[in-house]
DNA sequence: ACCTGAACACCGTTCAAGT
DNA sequence: ACCTGAACACCGTTCAAGT
């Protein structure tokens, strides 16, 4: 018996992408896996996107509408720069719960208008530091890229056996830094002065001291 | 008449694949074209590669082994963070030459050794701020993940038509720039304040206007 | 307007066989 | 030890045909 026509819409194509990604990851978003969620042929995708990065584009664009609501949601504080940090950080923990959106996130505003929305926020934050446009600019692409480079960094850093559970974060970083205190120290004398706070570290406490940095740079410059 | 037998080495498998990465981008290194290239069967490279993943890993690190060379080559001023920064500059030029080294550099430094001693010279700048191992790790962590980051950011923002030729980058920039003017100000107030900033702007300032605040960040906390 | 199966031109990787 | 062609199991994308 065949199986009868299915019928699709844009929401759940965008919708059932997402699943994809985000339960198997990037790889796993093939237009044959896609299809076969949504119970009908490959082609079938191909009357709502164009391609595979116009696929991509409107999967990541939909995620950020939700971050972006619950980022725009918090009030205001009298400090520019804490909602600043407090937008950045929600930001990277979406984007580290979700590793594939750091690689499409801002890529094409046209297809990602929450992406906009998210970039006119942030950067309506960074105008209360009454800086000129040239200053502004730059400290948001500043913030923007430690954010979205962080994450993708940190993002793609396990390795398959620890996302197969084979093995734990832990370990894996273990094993790194048991070969850091085997390197020479004559040769590699700052491996050994900070390998204990390598071993066991936690991304998201690099990542915030690495933030507070570039925060505190902003901060002068706002004083000055 | 068959093609003779050919021979190669590793050697010329890397520097054929970064050959074919560097005049043709990522997409352009397939183990046929590198086959084609080398003069034999595509089967032969996985005597020297296990896998992609590990050509990729290898072909980094050759070329982050001249970087390296030119960073460590530079006599060290008085000022360890005057030479963080120029080390990160130069580490953020060859990255955005090749735009294919930001997704694999520093990815896995058993395969990437030069990688390793890149990391650790740049941590011995820091070392000199006498901040504890933390502070240390930290430092170090905040200006490889933002140069990297930006650079990973940026290398791919170009999309097909610019590559190709057939727009400039200028054009590219001034046609965002005009959709950022069309917008309502009323919405959009951060995009028409910088709007001028961002057309025609180059991807280097941008970039060092944000080094600039992660070091004033890292000096700050070095002077306490 | 929307969906379909089948085909096309590619991939990375494996393997049994050669030299 | 090193190289080979052919095959395998996948991809994204296209297309002529259906409803």
Redo the contacts between chains.
């Keep these: 018996m065949p199986r009868r026509r299915a019928s699709h819409s844009m929401e759940s194509v965008i919708t059932e992408a997402v699943a994809i990604l985000d339960e198997a990851g990037s790889a796993a978003l093939t237009f044959r896996a896609l299809a076969g969620r949504l119970g009908g042929g490959v082609a079938s995708i191909y009357w709502y996107v164009d391609n595979k990065e116009e696929l991509l584009d409107r999967a990541t664009d939909h995620v950020i509408g939700d971050v972006l609501g619950d980022i725009a949601r918090r009030e205001a504080t009298e400090d520019p720069i804490e909602d600043l940090r407090t937008s950045a950080v929600m930001l990277f923990d979406a984007v580290t719960a979700r590793p594939w959106l750091a690689?499409y996130l801002l890529?094409?505003?046209?297809l990602q208008p929450n992406a906009l929305r998210l970039?006119?926020h942030l950067?309506?934050q960074?105008?209360r530091l009454d800086l000129p446009?040239?200053?502004?600019?730059?400290?948001?692409?500043?913030v923007i890229?430690?954010v979205?480079?962080?994450a993708?960094?940190l993002g793609?850093?396990p390795?398959a056996e620890v996302l197969e559970g084979q093995t734990t974060r832990e370990e894996y970083l273990g094993r790194?830094a048991e070969?850091w205190r085997e390197s020479d120290p004559q040769?590699?004398?700052?491996?050994h002065?900070?390998v204990?706070?390598?071993d066991g570290?936690q991304d998201a406490?690099?990542?915030s001291?690495?933030?507070?940095?570039?925060?505190?740079?902003?901060r002068?410059?706002a004083d000055r």
Tied chains: 1, 2.
């Design positions: 690689s890529r094409n505003t046209d970039y006119e950067g309506q960074v105008m446009p040239r200053e502004t600019f730059h400290a948001l692409s500043a890229g430690y979205i480079g962080t993708a960094d793609q850093q390795p790194y070969r040769d590699y004398p700052f491996l002065y900070v204990e706070e390598f570290h406490d690099q990542f001291a690495g933030l507070d940095l570039v925060l505190a740079g902003l002068l410059q």
